[in-house]
């Protein structure tokens, strides 16, 4: 609900800087469209960021514990 009316906002203040034109916008709702193409966007380039630095801390720590746990059983083994 929200959203429509920041869209709403967002075209009305292009159409009053006349960059409808320039955009190649024809209409309110031409211009809806194009304001939520760029906010799928954007929500879609966080989304692949965010699995991207995700799956870097799970390599990390995957082989964090992989270093520690070899490093843990030469420790025991030397000790008895």
């Known amino acids: ?10 075209c ?4 009053k800087k006349q960059q409808f034109k320039t955009m190649g916008i ?28 995700s799956l870097y801390f799970l390599t990390v720590i995957h082989t964090h514990w992989k270093n520690h746990g070899v490093r843990f059983e030469r420790q025991v083994d030397e000790t008895q």
């Open 26 to 53: 024809q209409s309110m709702d031409e211009c809806h469209d194009v304001v939520m193409n760029y906010i799928d966007k954007g929500v879609m380039m966080l989304v692949v960021v965010n699995v991207i630095i």
């Open 12 to 15: 009305a203040e292009m159409e």
């Open 1 to 10: 609900m929200e959203d429509k009316h920041v869209i709403e906002l967002q």
